[in-house]
């Protein structure tokens, strides 16, 4: 069993002081860096793009995880890879997941796949073996801070047999109120990355946070 990656999510620190937050969470053990990048129409809220994106490249040799909650992410695949992301998050519930993908993969970039609360996890099945990782969402997209909902955690545990079903090592993700008291139920149900906004960067502590996820 590999160890528990964590990945702070940006939406949650402060914009104003990104640099020094961004090493604040590096010093403090994350694994990865998690941008939530939102259009205001796939979800109901705008948050940052690609030129925030290319500023925390300047300030971080961190793995960047960009989650793109956009419409129509295809016309951006390029200019996030320009801009510094390492590996893209898109959303089952597009319309032309497989052309998403595939541009994607064609630029050279790792590829995750998330699945809304709404939609049942078994969408993700028929893109398994192109995938880099899966995210799970426990909340709705659009926003940080919400209560993290348990359902997601059936979810896991199903994605996670149907991988092993397959044979394949898809490391899977969960995204949404993630924090210290629920984060061990996330790791037995299978959660191979936590992803972590408020819990993170309201702490006092974020290192004793980030221990805390992983476990
Ligand atoms: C929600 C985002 C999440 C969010 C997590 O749309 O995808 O990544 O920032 O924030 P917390 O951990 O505060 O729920
Ligand atoms: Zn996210």
Redesign the pocket.
């Known amino acids: 069993m590999n160890a528990t990656r964590i990945g702070p999510?940006l939406?949650?620190a402060d914009f104003a002081h990104l640099a020094d937050d961004i090493e604040r969470v590096e010093r403090g053990g994350a694994d990865f860096l998690?941008l939530?990048v939102?259009d205001g129409h796939f979800?109901p809220n705008i948050s940052f793009g690609l030129p925030v994106v290319a500023a925390v490249r300047q300030t971080t040799r961190l793995e960047l995880n960009t989650?793109l909650?956009l419409q129509d992410p295809l016309p951006f695949i390029g200019p996030f890879k320009e801009a510094g992301s390492d590996s893209l998050v898109v959303h089952v519930e597009l319309e032309s997941v497989q052309a998403v993908l595939d541009a994607i993969r064609q630029h050279g970039l790792q590829c995750g796949l998330a699945v809304n609360p709404s939609t049942p996890v078994s969408a993700l099945y028929p893109y398994l073996d192109e995938l880099n990782s899966a995210l799970v969402?426990s909340?709705e997209?659009?926003?940080?801070?919400?209560a993290f909902q348990p359902a997601a955690l059936d979810k896991i545990r199903d994605l996670c047999a149907e991988i092993e079903r397959r044979g394949l090592d898809i490391p899977v993700g969960i995204?949404?109120?993630?924090q210290p008291g629920n984060a061990a139920a996330c790791r037995r149900a299978g959660a191979q990355c936590l992803?972590?906004?408020?819990?993170v960067f309201s702490a006092q502590d974020p290192a004793r946070v980030i221990a805390d996820l992983r476990g």
Do not use: K, N, R, T
Not at 141 to 146: M, S, Y
Not at 175 to 178: L, P, Q, S, W
């Open positions: 999510s939406l949650a998690h939530d939102m979800v989650h909650m969402m909340v997209p659009g926003f940080g801070g919400q995204d949404g109120g993630v992803v972590a906004g408020s819990a």
